[in-house]
């Protein structure tokens, strides 16, 4: 049997993967060339820290967050045209098509359900029926503390979200969509299943105070840690970065064509999470991908889980046929 052991399970006996940092290929090139791959994450992490930490409040608001948002995306996709980590996953005209669409749902619909059913008002109902306070004496604690545990705590719910739908079947229909995608670029992270997207978007950050600036720095260090995860662009990540965050290289395993590579690294921001529970695999794959690397498109994305669910249904509540008794 092929593939290589980590902890209790065998990866890669079903597709091809990359299984340790030492067998990771590495940005070759002139020293700037070394240089730039190697310290642009840590340097834009900071640098947003910093801008949100001492930017005057006439621009510390969120119109200002998405606009860094979508000039930062913009910028990295410059990137992958440049320096493409895989051929194989350069965007081709249907690609883009299927992306943009996803980018604006998020942007439009997405957004419109989650201010009427969405996690915060969730949060809110449920505060006010069984009446709850919120903790507020997290406003108390140093802004970049409270930055750092909003993001924390999104981030570990939506470990646990995640993994739910990589282990129950009702949850795993609306997420299975965003596994027929074949290959990572920057925007692959919106497309899915709106199912899914609604889902993978829940928090319970709502039931703890924190002040207005605190939320705009984690949502610099989801953006800077993050985008990462679906981009066609290969870093040479410090060991500490990898370490704590998580990176293209761990989340291409989860989106390989190898069953168990595929149930690894759930988070989206720290991997230091997924350490803690040992379903960390550190490593890459390039091919991608449900049933061989087979393509969906939009429609069938839209539709999939509800007919799938349907077969199921159907295959369970079919009965064999009677078969005949011989004649004596």
């Known amino acids: 049997m092929e593939g290589v052991v980590v902890g209790k399970r065998r990866i890669g006996t079903q597709a091809p993967v990359t299984v340790g940092w030492e067998n990771i290929p590495r940005v070759e090139g002139g020293p700037f060339k070394r240089l730039f791959f190697t310290w642009f994450q840590p340097a834009v992490l900071f640098a947003l820290i910093l801008f949100w930490y001492y930017a005057p409040n006439s621009i510390a608001k969120a119109s200002t967050a998405i606009g860094i948002g979508i000039g930062f995306r913009v910028f990295l996709m410059g990137l992958e045209f440049f320096f493409p980590r895989h051929e194989s996953w350069k965007l081709t005209w249907k690609e883009v098509t299927t992306d943009l669409f996803y980018v604006g749902l998020g942007y439009t619909i997405l957004r419109l359900v989650d201010g009427f059913i969405g996690s915060d008002v969730m949060v809110g109902a449920i505060q ?89 720095l984690a949502g610099a260090i989801g953006l800077a840690v ?45 991997i230091f999470i997924d350490r803690i529970f040992g379903t960390c695999v550190d490593g890459e794959a390039e091919l991608l991908g449900m049933e061989g690397g087979r393509r969906m498109g939009i429609a069938e994305q839209m539709t999939y889980p509800f007919t799938d669910a349907w077969r199921t249904i159907k295959a369970k509540l079919a009965r064999p046929a009677a078969q005949a008794v011989p004649a004596e």
């Open 226 to 270: 993050g985008s990462y995860q679906h981009i066609n662009v290969r870093f040479n990540s410090p060991h500490w970065w990898r370490f704590l965050f998580h990176t293209t290289e761990h989340h291409s395993l989860h989106h390989s064509q190898d069953f168990e590579a595929s149930r690894s690294n759930y988070t989206n921001t720290y």
């Open 128 to 216: 006010g029926a069984l009446h709850l306070d919120n903790f507020k004496w997290f406003i108390g604690l140093p802004i970049l503390l409270q930055a750092f545990i909003i993001s924390f705590i999104f981030d570990f719910g939506q470990y646990w979200m995640h993994r739910g739908m990589h282990n129950w079947y009702p949850l795993w229909l609306p997420h299975s969509v965003h596994h027929y995608i074949t290959q990572l670029n920057i925007n692959k992270g919106a497309v899915g299943n709106p199912v899914e997207l609604f889902l993978i978007g829940l928090g319970i950050g709502g039931f703890f105070d924190f002040v207005p600036r605190a939320f705009l």
